[in-house]
């Protein structure tokens, strides 16, 4: 009898913020550096600097839609997701998609106000030109 199960791969054994397993690829101390409790917060610090968080998903598969209605939403998307980067809760990858999300909403957003601008000056003269020949 043969076992045919595939090894998986180690992963660290510790916890993110969020509670999540953290599945970092460990070194031999069997923790990745960031959970190592042997290291020291410099060295943490020194392995995030050098990518070393990258190898988290760059992907937050149940992440919702982000909700969006007026610029203070994307404002404070804009401030969360770089402390989420900063924290190294989010890979710079996601971080940039959702930053460029911000921004062309911010585009649409502006368009649609100097639309509404746009008509509104239109009624305007357009009740203007009335008054004059009617
Ligand atoms: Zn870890």
């Known amino acids: 009898m043969t ?10 054994p510790g916890t993110r913020k969020d509670g999540s397993p ?14 190592d409790p042997d290291r020291t917060e410099a060295e943490k610090l020194g392995w995030v600097r050098k990518g070393g968080l990258t190898s988290r998903p760059s992907t937050i598969p149940d992440a919702p839609d982000p909700t969006w ?6 404002q404070r998307s804009v401030v ?24 062309a909403w911010m585009r649409v957003y ?24 009617g």
């Open 3 to 12: 076992e045919t199960l595939t090894p998986t791969k180690p992963r660290c």
């Open 22 to 35: 953290c599945r970092a690829q460990p070194t031999t101390s069997g923790w990745c550096p960031w959970h």
């Open 69 to 74: 209605a007026t610029p203070e939403d994307v």
């Open 80 to 103: 969360e997701t770089h402390g989420m980067v900063t924290r190294g809760e989010l890979s710079s990858d996601v971080a940039s998609v959702r930053l460029k999300a911000c921004e």
């Open 110 to 133: 502006e368009t649609q106000k100097i639309r509404e601008q746009l008509e509104a000056l239109e009624q305007l003269a357009g009740q203007k030109l009335e008054r004059r020949w």
